[in-house]
């Protein structure tokens, strides 16, 4: 997986590297990207799922320096210009997101950091 930026308006792509192509999605069209195993992670854009393989932590090398993701959860990277709302769910919460009913894991301890991340966009 590569990251690559489109000089004319600065947007930043992901190639993956799918079983028979490759798929260019672009960084911000990413609502989260959910670890399934140790070897495999979900990406959900706006338009599409992609299984592919690698690790969360690999993934989050490539995009922790992007202002727009934050690691919500050991299982989890969130788009912050993608979140709808925040609801509480046992004894962590439930990050919803705009245009889709998929949801991701936010732990109690980063509810404040992902709080203020917010307010500061």
């Known amino acids: ?3 690559i930026k489109k000089n004319s308006n600065l947007d930043e792509f ?3 590297s799918l079983r028979n192509r490759q798929e260019i ?5 990413i609502n989260f990207i959910q670890k399934v195993n140790d070897r495999h992670v979900v990406i959900s854009t706006l338009t599409a799922e ?7 932590k690999n993934i989050w090398n490539i995009l922790e320096n992007k202002n727009i993701f934050f690691r919500s959860h050991k299982s ?3 788009n912050l ?4 709302s925040i609801n509480r769910f046992s004894n962590s919460y439930c990050v919803n997101f705009k245009r889709t009913e998929k949801r991701a894991i936010l732990s109690r301890d980063n509810k404040k950091k992902l709080q203020d991340l917010i307010i500061s966009i």
Do not use: V
């Open 1 to 3: 997986m590569d990251l």
């Open 14 to 16: 992901l190639i993956l």
């Open 25 to 29: 999605i672009n960084i911000n069209s």
């Open 50 to 56: 992609y299984t592919i393989q690698s690790t969360l």
């Open 76 to 78: 989890f990277i969130i």
């Open 81 to 84: 210009k993608q979140i709808k």
